[in-house]
């Protein structure tokens, strides 16, 4: 591959004294080298991670091409690089990108291609948020773990680090290069539409101890790991993709409870972190959002919290970050406030250049633009690219999936469910009293890359654990009729286990799961998503929680439903009482065992 060849000779003497995960600023003589041959829109595009649709870097789908066109007017990832030179690329799902391992693998190796190719190329750091739970871009047969609050709920610092090393060395293989994990928000508001089960919990040392060693985790296998959203999305009640939310906490408070976490993540060694599109106005009292707040990032992040790494924004394309401002100022004041990556913004070409013009009209400098990409350099170097961005179909084969990645999933997941109704000793199961099982309840969208749906999955492993057990879907607002039906079926059955998806006082869930009750029938019931839904189903017999409705989750609840393994998990948040939200019903650290 002669660009390749071209690009290593051109930078070996950067590399040949590169200490893979030590510091590279020994080095940042040769860097600034790179970066002063570099012309400025050169310098303006690795500032920049986009977006792109398609499953190949050079032969995407027709629809792909037409998406690509639409939204950023080129039309395919190869000439995304080449016309914006952009140095990060982010994966999703919906952009057709994680199709299967080996093709993510071409992907990575075709962007590289393309990237390293160009006058002065340089390797690109390929991004996605593989969170896993209830939010994971690259699914089955890549190992697939269970989220943030289940592994809040096992406790396990050595399970939090396996995880990363795992899902790393799997990303890495594939490669991903920067993943936007782990989640560092303490969730201490049960209403939080956007963080909940993505956070390890509401006890801000519990969380800071399985961010530090999932960071070390996912590091260790050459994975940059994420700390996400600074300072702090845990309190919330709005979803800054669609609103502006506002923290209300004080100094003192922010300092207890949101700080923590990260202020663990920048002595764990983090890689980057990433920005919240929140307003804390004890922080910063201006009314802009975090992402385009100097005293926040540059006053706290870098002079208080003494962080010297890559400072990504959120998504350039969410409501919280871009209502008091236009697309064009957004990435100027983000720069200006502190931030190295720009990512995913709705329009990359008003973005662009409206960097490009800053610089050109003195709103910024290109010294502060050499700040941030000699972070982004110097990432890229301590992570190996410079040495070799490619990877191999056999590195796939070898790594992606493998049984041992699969079993320690499994086990690490029966470490997180949760007892916390076990009336009259109902669970566990037993299936000469109680053999034949409907599954019946919510099954909302599977999350990437699981089997769903959620009823399914929970009746086939039970039949696997010896059950006769049959799945009958009653969705997130059952009608009355769907309800009558399903109550009819319990009539029939030994016993139920029902999954349960953010129960409300007035959820037709709620009245689905009374009707079951009613049959007298014994009733499981299994929370998939937030533990929360337990206050609002005081007559249910015996209740789980899952965390999470992926299937690594879902078969281990199975395994405590037929007491082939223990419940071992602890609420890592308090519920409260549904009559009255001032007490505590279970607080944290709550949960039975057999």
């Given amino acids: 591959m002669p660009s390749r060849r071209t690009v290593l000779a051109a930078t070996m003497g950067v590399t040949a004294s590169l200490a893979i995960g030590g510091t590279a600023h020994a080095d940042d003589t040769r860097l600034r080298s790179l970066i002063s041959r570099m012309t400025l829109p050169e310098k303006v595009g690795q500032l920049f991670v986009m977006r792109v649709y398609g499953h190949s870097a050079t032969a995407p789908d027709q629809a792909d091409i037409d998406a690509n066109l639409s939204e950023i007017g080129v039309r395919t990832a190869a000439e995304l690089i080449a016309k914006y ?39 690109v750091l390929v991004a996605t948020d593989q969170e896993h739970g209830i939010v994971c871009r690259i699914g089955a047969p890549a190992t697939l773990f269970p989220g943030a609050m289940a592994i809040g709920a096992g406790g396990s610092r ?4 396996t995880l990363g090393r795992i899902s790393g060395a799997e990303l890495r293989a594939m490669g991903v290069n920067q993943d936007y994990s782990p989640d560092a928000d303490v969730n201490v ?21 399985l961010v530090a060693a999932e960071v ?38 922010w300092e207890a409870l949101d700080a923590v976490p990260f202020r663990a993540a920048v002595k764990a060694g983090i890689d980057s972190i990433m920005t919240a599109h929140i307003m804390v106005p004890a922080l910063d009292d201006s009314g802009d959002p975090a992402t385009l707040s100097h005293p926040i990032l540059t006053g706290i992040l870098r002079g208080e919290l003494g962080y010297d790494g890559v400072v990504i924004t959120d998504s350039l394309g969410m409501e919280g970050v871009r209502q008091k401002y236009g697309d064009d100022r957004v990435p100027v004041l983000a720069l200006k406030a502190g931030v190295d990556q720009l990512l995913n913004p709705p329009s990359l070409d008003v973005a662009w250049n409206a960097v490009l013009k800053a610089v050109q009209g003195g ?25 070799d961005a490619y990877v191999s179909r056999a590195g796939v084969s070898r790594t992606v999936g493998t049984r041992s990645h699969l079993a320690a999933a499994d086990r690490i997941a029966e470490r997180t469910t949760t007892l916390l109704v076990n009336e009259e000793g109902l669970l566990p199961l037993s299936r000469r009293t109680h053999g034949k099982v409907l599954v019946v309840g919510a099954d909302p969208a599977s999350p990437s890359g699981t089997t769903g749906p959620p009823t399914g999955v929970l009746a086939a492993a039970l039949g696997e654990l010896g059950f006769t057990a049959t799945a009958r879907s009653t969705g997130t607002d059952p009608s009355a009729a769907t309800a009558s039906a399903a109550v009819a079926a319990a009539r029939e059955a030994d016993a139920v286990v029902v999954a349960t998806y953010n129960v409300t006082a007035g959820s037709s869930q709620r009245t689905l799961v009374e009707q079951l009750v009613a049959t007298g029938r014994p009733v499981v019931a ?21 965390y999470s409705w992926t299937d690594v989750e879902l078969r281990a609840a199975a395994r405590v439903i037929a007491g082939r393994v223990r419940p071992r998990g602890k609420l890592p948040v308090a519920v409260q009482r549904a009559d009255d939200p001032a007490q505590v019903l279970y607080p944290v650290g709550h949960g039975l065992s057999y």
């Avoid at 050595?158 to 680090?161: E, H, T």
């Avoid at 049960?190 to 519990?206: E, M, Y």
């Avoid at 994420?226 to 702090?232: E, I, Q, R, S, W």
């Avoid at 709103?363 to 690219?385: F, H, M, N, Q």
């Fill in 216 to 253: 070390k985790g996912y590091q260790s296998s050459q994975v940059a790991a994420t700390a996400k959203h600074f300072p702090g999305h845990g309190d919330t009640a709005v979803d800054s993709h669609f609103g502006f939310p506002v923290i209300t906490h004080s100094r003192e408070v």
């Fill in 526 to 546: 299994v929370a998939v998503r937030n533990p929360y839904d337990v206050a609002q189903l005081p007559s249910v017999s015996a209740y789980l929680a899952s």
């Fill in 85 to 123: 030179r952009v140095g990060g690329i982010i994966y999703f799902t919906w952009a057709h990108n994680t199709r299967d391992p080996h093709q993510v693998a071409d992907l990575s190796n075709g962007i590289q291609k393309a990237s390293l190719s160009q006058p002065r190329g340089l390797p």
């Fill in 189 to 209: 508001n049960p209403a939080n539409p956007v963080i909940g089960v993505r956070s390890f919990g509401a006890d801000p040392d519990a969380v800071a101890g």
């Fill in 158 to 161: 050595d399970d939090a680090r």
């Fill in 363 to 387: 709103e910024l400098t290109e010294a502060r633009l050499d700040e941030s990409i000699l972070r982004v350099l110097r990432l890229k170097a301590r992570l190996g690219l410079f040495k």
